[in-house]
């Protein structure tokens, strides 16, 4: 049994609520609350783990980063274009410079942590138009959330939690493309 509910903040979703009033014109699947019967966790069908690999400019503000199966080496990534506030923070966090103020993915995280959850890992589950579509799924003391979210916030709260970054195989299928060689 899945119940959906809306977004009003971030806090609210992050604090555990499970029930608040819809606004007007919210999007409608912005977080997924699984029954905490749920069997496994992620439930996913068949998914693997990936690292971030090389990351490139893309156009204007935009980065590319590529996402590679982490047990084994292979011809191909997943490109995942993202914009320059993402890819900065990304970049920083690969290159463990903290910032001297939290940023955002900071706040999240330490929100997170400090009210007793544990973000277990993050999973790009979809590809349509185009558009990559990603879930943050988090241990609230025994029930089970998965948070609609861009792969790139999700990456990024990935690297501050230290949780694995997962891809459904059919998406790297549908998105992958050879590495080129530097």
């Known amino acids: 049994m899945k119940r959906f509910i ?17 606004l007007k014109g919210a999007p409608r699947s912005a977080v997924i609350v699984t029954d905490t019967a749920a069997t496994s966790f992620p439930a996913f069908r068949d998914t693997f783990e990936v690292k971030i690999g090389e990351t490139e400019t893309y156009y204007g503000d935009s980065y590319i ?38 940023m955002a993915y900071d706040l999240m995280t330490s929100l997170v942590s400090k009210t007793g959850m544990n973000v277990r890992s993050v999973v790009i589950i979809k590809l349509e138009d185009n558009v990559f579509y990603a879930l943050v799924l988090i241990d609230n003391k025994g029930q089970k959330l998965a948070i609609d979210s861009r792969p790139s916030d999700a990456i ?16 790297f299928d549908a998105a992958k493309e050879e590495k080129t060689k530097k």
């Open 65 to 102: 980063i590529n996402l590679e199966p982490k047990k084994k080496k292979g011809r191909y990534v997943l490109p995942v274009v993202i914009g320059s506030w993402e890819f900065a923070a990304i970049n920083q966090q690969l290159n463990e410079m903290p910032p001297p103020r939290p």
């Open 6 to 22: 809306y977004p009003v903040t971030a806090l609210t979703i992050l604090l555990g609520a499970t029930f608040f009033f819809p």
């Open 156 to 171: 990024n709260i990935a690297l501050r939690s230290k949780a694995p970054i997962y891809v459904e195989r059919d998406v």
